[in-house]
């Protein structure tokens, strides 16, 4: 099956430089991620996950390296242009959900709407409709303080959803969660991969990275594997399983 | 339109953050409030002035002059004894001058039996009563007659009446002024008290040339009233008054006058310039508390801002522009600053309002101190927003979020 590039890099490296110190943090990085693909970064810490995920998430830019998203070149395009690329393209999830505190559940999908050119006529529609894709029908007005740890991130989830972006880019989407909403937002992560969605989770927790189908590893700021998640099916079978239930 | 959704997301923090945005109205609620209040303060006191120099009754084509040197009321010699009838007599003759008015002034005691009180005694001439358009409400004014015959009739203002006759009538009663007997023919209409506390009222009037011979036993006139034909010609009136008085009065060119005018200008002039120091004082004040206030909105903004990190991390992330967060804190500033004035503007006018009600001071609201007070607290809003506002934007999305 020949599948389009949604993200291609090539030879990203990355310097951070501090008090006349410079530290190589990514050291020539090159993978490319196909659309519907579900992959999951692991790796120690320090060993420069967080970092790809920003330049993945157009967060910040690398030192050197191309990184083609979607076809176009973001590498070096400039702050508002970026700001655009994610609006348009990326979805977020945080390990500490960040949502806005005292805004209810609809405001905050409602949120990076407001950041598009051109506000789409169906808006609250929409935020309605994906609110209901993570279940939260019933919880739309509420705020974040009111609702339990699983449901902010599926509010986060149906966030990064709004806008219908090219790739899902989640950071230990499970690591503020207790290990039955940990698995819940899994499955929501599967469901929405099992459609076509493109999904990179960045975690260092091997249940969570075995839900993906490929797993890279990253070491010291090179990758170090990147191999097929033998499981995958098998896992998918659980999930079907709970569907069944 | 981002611009109005940014104010939106604005207006959202500002409720949100509700502590931060009463502490950052603060000072400009107090600079606005002192503003108004100013404003107010000036306003009141203008129209006191000219509803003084109303009640003095000074129309624009009359002016007064009086005896001795100095400035308006504050004569710098009490002694001066040039002024006399010869004065009247001749700036009579001026053209342009409608009415002269001779007047002699003393304070004395006069008493009704065992009430007695002391008032303002004036002598003038039966021209008075048109120059100054004061009603008699009972019995009549003096006439040439009384004039000729230095009859010794009294015309009494309210306030002194009231004190030694009660409820009593006093037409035709006769009450001691000093030494001397005089006839109650007149009482005079009420004015009241001016905003100032002076009280026009306070005063009794006999005929000069009575004052002159029996009373004040002087030649020497206190001052003369003068009424031009016209309201232009007053400068040119005053011009010829001061050359009648110099030469009468034999003054040699380098000396000084021996007289001074009292015009409706000179007034207003020197109560503006004695109210101008506590303006200034009232002013600086508010400004000073304007730019702590705009420092305050700014500090607390800045702090705001590392609190609420995160916030504009997520927006970032989620497409906001550098220049989305920069609107969104300016306006956050403008919006608070605007609030600030708009309850200092309230506060103002409150204590404006009670100023004035309790007699403290004059004070009349008009719409400037409203109108300066918005367009203050925009420009305090702007100028101490910016700082904090590019600060934020300037954050990189990749710390804000860690």
């Not at chain 1, 291609?8 to 430089?17: G, L, P, Q, V």
């Not at chain 1, 992959?39 to 690398?62: F, N, R, Y």
């Not at chain 2, 001061?242 to 060119?253: D, E, F």
């Amino acid at each position: 099956m020949k599948i389009s590039k949604v993200i291609e890099i090539d030879s990203i490296i990355k310097t951070y430089k501090n008090e006349g110190f410079e530290t190589n943090v990514l050291k020539g990085i090159s993978i490319s991620i196909g659309e519907g693909d579900y992959v999951s970064v692991i790796g120690p810490s320090g060993s420069g996950k967080s970092t790809l995920m920003t330049i993945l998430g157009c967060l910040s830019q690398a030192t050197s390296g191309t990184y083609l998203l979607d076809g176009e070149e973001v590498g070096k395009l400039r702050d508002s242009e970026l700001s655009r690329i994610r609006n348009e393209k990326i979805g977020f999830v945080f390990q500490a959900f960040h949502l806005l505190p005292g805004v209810s559940a609809f405001d905050n999908v409602m949120m990076p709407l407001i950041y598009c050119n051109k506000t789409p006529a169906d808006a609250k529609e929409r935020v309605k409709q994906v609110l209901i894709r993570v279940g939260l029908e019933h919880r739309m007005a509420h705020t974040p303080g009111q609702l339990s740890g699983g449901e902010q991130q599926r509010v986060t989830i149906a966030r990064s959803l709004i806008n219908n972006p090219k790739i899902i880019l989640a950071d230990e989407p499970t690591g503020n969660l207790d290990s039955k909403n940990g698995a819940e937002i899994m499955s929501a992560f599967d469901h929405l991969n099992a459609e076509g969605r493109t999904i990179i989770i960045i975690t260092h927790n091997p249940i969570v990275s075995e839900h993906a189908r490929r797993i890279l590893t990253l070491r010291d700021g090179q990758i170090v594997s990147d191999e097929i998640n033998e499981n995958f099916k098998e896992s998918r079978a659980g999930i079907a399983r709970a569907a069944v239930k | 339109m981002r611009i109005l959704k940014n104010l939106g997301q604005a207006l959202r923090g500002l409720q949100l953050n509700k502590a931060n945005t009463f502490l950052m109205t603060l000072g400009i609620m107090i600079g606005i409030a002192s503003l108004t209040v100013i404003v107010a303060i000036g306003e009141g006191t203008k129209s006191k002035v000219l509803n003084r120099i109303a009640n003095m009754g000074f129309g624009p084509e009359s002016f007064s002059v009086y005896s001795g040197a100095g400035r308006l009321f504050f004569g710098r010699n009490r002694n001066t004894t040039s002024m006399t009838l010869q004065d009247v007599d001749d700036i009579r003759a001026m053209p342009g001058v409608a009415i002269v008015v001779p007047r002699q002034r003393k304070r004395m005691r006069i008493i009704n039996k065992k009430e007695f009180t002391t008032t303002r005694v004036y002598g003038v001439s039966p021209e008075w009563q048109p120059a100054r358009q004061w009603e008699v409400v009972d019995g009549e004014f003096f006439n040439d007659t009384d004039m000729d015959r230095k009859r010794k009739v009294i015309v009494l203002g309210n306030t002194p009446a009231h004190k030694i006759f009660g409820e009593m009538d006093p037409l035709g009663k006769k009450i001691r002024v000093g030494q001397v007997f005089f006839e109650v023919i007149g009482l005079l209409e009420t004015k009241g008290l001016t905003e100032s506390g002076y009280d026009p009222d306070d005063r009794a009037l006999i005929p000069l040339t009575t004052s002159m011979s029996r009373l004040f036993r002087q030649t020497h006139l206190h001052s003369i009233k003068v009424v031009s034909t016209n309201s232009e010609a007053v400068g040119q009136t005053m011009e010829g008054v001061t050359q009648v008085l110099r030469r009468n009065h034999g003054l040699s060119p380098l000396a000084d006058d021996d007289f001074r005018f009292v015009t409706p200008e000179g007034i207003m002039q020197w109560v503006t310039e004695s109210e101008q120091a506590l303006n200034r004082m009232l002013l600086l004040i508010s400004t000073v508390s304007l730019l702590v206030g705009g420092v305050v909105i700014m500090n607390i903004l800045l702090v705001s801002i590392r609190e609420r990190i995160r916030e504009i991390g997520v927006r970032r992330c989620f497409g906001a522009r550098r220049g989305d967060i920069t609107q969104q804190f300016l306006f956050e500033s403008v919006l608070v600053s605007l609030l600030g004035g708009a309850m200092g503007s309230s506060l103002g006018w409150v204590l404006s309002s009670s100023l004035n009600h309790f007699d403290l001071l004059p004070a009349k609201i008009t719409w400037d101190p409203f109108v300066l007070a918005f367009g203050f607290s925009m420009i305090v809003g702007l100028i101490f927003g910016i700082h904090p506002a590019r600060k934020a934007a300037r954050l990189s999305p990749d710390e804000t979020i860690r």
